[in-house]
């Protein structure tokens, strides 16, 4: 396997964000190294066709084990591989699982970012090796905005326990920007979707009820502010902007949007829609969904990246609404010729709030 020039270590490979930067990278010829925990089960489903790649084409993909708990086991590692580029995309994301697990969302999302800068501090004060560093910060920052729409100079308000965490992992990575002079820079990424999206998050929910609804696979779908509004785009667009940070000569924070938003309510109509469904005839309002604090509005302002970076997401809502819904009509239909075959068929998991 030829050596590259280019070797980036992705936290979170395994997540959404995590699959598409990987793609990214390894197309642009990076050697990629990946964190990924150690577990009973397996959690590489959104890569398994790099592993494929890997054997077909000899593209260098090497996964690690580790956790984003284990400073030590961190430090080593940026040792051992001694990237050029780190994207920290580790994280406890699911903003309604935060109130219920605050602080393993804590540990992991705010202090686990702490840990990972020191272990590059550790590496560029031994040696003088100079590692870029990406955060993945995050637009439930604002919360409770002040303005809209939401820039970079917008004051954070957090409504939860992962848009706190998520504030501290921003604020701390400025801090060893200036301190220690780290070429770390942040991404303020407002929601970004597609079919890799987990199952619980509301957008990936209604997509996969809807189509299951489509084949008789499922009856209704239980959700909760329907009139929550967000700033929704395509992970895979969203990944380059990232990159594009770090090839910048000096490193800043950006706001990563589509500049329009949309509510949960019209992702619904949107998606029943493409399947030739009414939204209003099948879906439930469920208390149990409503966060403890919502947050009703995110509405970005990215004109400093695509300005600065020259980066403009490619992909519409419409559009993304769209592939999300066919990719999922063809993992439904998989679905229902299992049951057909007396092989059963769990339906997605409802226990999540959305």
């Not at 066709?49 to 590692?77: C, F, K, S």
């Not at 910048?248 to 990563?256: A, F, K, L, R, S």
Request: contains cysteine; charged residues 25%; hydrophobic residues 35%.
């Amino acid at each position: 396997m030829a050596v590259t020039s280019k070797r980036a270590l992705i936290t979170g490979i395994t997540g959404q964000d995590g699959s598409y930067l990987a793609e990214f990278l390894l197309d642009k010829g990076y050697e990629v190294h990946g964190l990924i925990r150690r577990s009973s089960t397996f959690g590489t489903q959104r890569i398994e066709h790099l592993y494929r790649d890997i054997h077909e084409v000899q593209r260098p993909l090497t996964l690690h084990h580790g956790d984003m708990a284990d400073g030590n086991g961190l430090a080593r590692l940026i040792r051992e591989i001694r990237p050029t580029e780190v994207y920290n995309l580790a994280a406890q994301s699911h903003v309604r699982v935060s109130f219920d697990q605050p602080t393993y969302t804590a540990d992991v999302t705010a202090v686990g970012t702490l840990r990972l800068l020191e272990a590059i501090r550790d590496l560029q004060d031994a040696v003088g090796y100079q590692i870029r560093f990406y955060q993945a910060s995050s637009s439930e920052m604002f919360g409770k905005v002040v303005e809209t729409p939401q820039k970079e100079t917008t004051p954070f308000h957090p409504r939860s326990p992962y848009g706190v965490a998520k504030v501290y992992g921003h604020w701390i990575t400025v801090n060893y920007r200036e301190s220690y002079g780290l070429h770390a820079s942040c991404g303020i990424l407002f929601n970004h979707e597609s079919p890799r999206r987990g199952e619980t998050f509301v957008t990936r929910k209604i997509t996969r009820a809807a189509t299951r609804i489509k084949l008789g696979l499922q009856g209704r779908l239980y959700l909760g502010n329907l009139d929550a509004q967000r700033d929704w785009g395509f992970a895979g667009d969203y990944v380059e902007a990232m990159w594009l940070m770090l090839q910048q000569d000096e490193p800043d924070d950006y706001v990563i949007a589509t500049n329009e938003t949309h509510s949960v309510r019209e992702f619904c109509e949107k998606a029943f829609g493409r399947l030739g469904l009414d939204a209003r005839e099948f879906i439930d309002i469920d208390p149990r969904y409503f966060r403890p604090a919502e947050v009703d509005l995110l509405l970005g302002d990215s004109h400093k990246a695509r300005e600065k970076l020259g980066w403009v997401p490619r992909t519409s809502f419409d559009d993304l609404v769209e592939m999300m819904v066919d990719a999922d009509m063809e993992l439904a239909r998989r679905e229902q010729v299992l049951v057909a075959a007396g092989h059963g068929g769990a339906p997605p998991r409802q226990e999540l709030p959305g």
